[in-house]
C-alpha cells in the first residue's frame, strides 16, 4: 500500500495486528505498531485490545498491562471489551 502512495488506515493496521497476533508473531505485530506511529497513525481502542488480548493469550501478562496503561495514558478511553481485558489481566480491579 505504502509504495502506491495509499497510507494504511488504523483498521487495516489493526486486521494486520490481529493477523499476526492469531499466529501468535507478536514480533511482527510489533513491528506494525512501531510503523503505524512513525506514520501518525494513532491506535485505538481496538488496537489497543487486540493487543491485550493476544499477550494475555501468549501468557505475556506484564505487556498486556503496559499496553492497558499506554492506551489510557495516550487518551483512548477503554470500552466494555478492553475494560474486560483490563480486568482478566489485572490492570484494572474488579471494584
Not at 494513532?42 to 493487543?51: E, F, G, R
Not at 483512548?76 to 471489551?81: A, L
Amino acid at each position: 500500500m505504502l509504495r502506491k502512495g495509499h497510507m494504511p488506515s488504523v483498521v487495516t493496521y489493526t486486521c494486520l495486528i490481529y493477523g499476526f497476533c492469531n499466529l501468535q508473531r507478536m514480533d511482527m505485530a510489533n513491528l506494525l505498531v512501531d510503523e503505524m506511529k512513525r506514520n501518525k497513525v494513532t491506535p485505538d481502542v481496538v488496537t489497543y485490545t487486540v493487543l491485550i488480548a493476544c499477550y494475555h493469550r501468549v501468557g505475556n501478562i506484564e505487556r498486556a498491562n503496559e499496553l492497558f496503561d499506554e492506551m489510557k495514558a495516550s487518551g483512548v478511553v477503554p470500552d466494555g471489551i478492553a475494560l474486560h481485558w483490563g480486568i482478566k489481566t489485572g490492570a484494572v480491579s474488579k471494584s
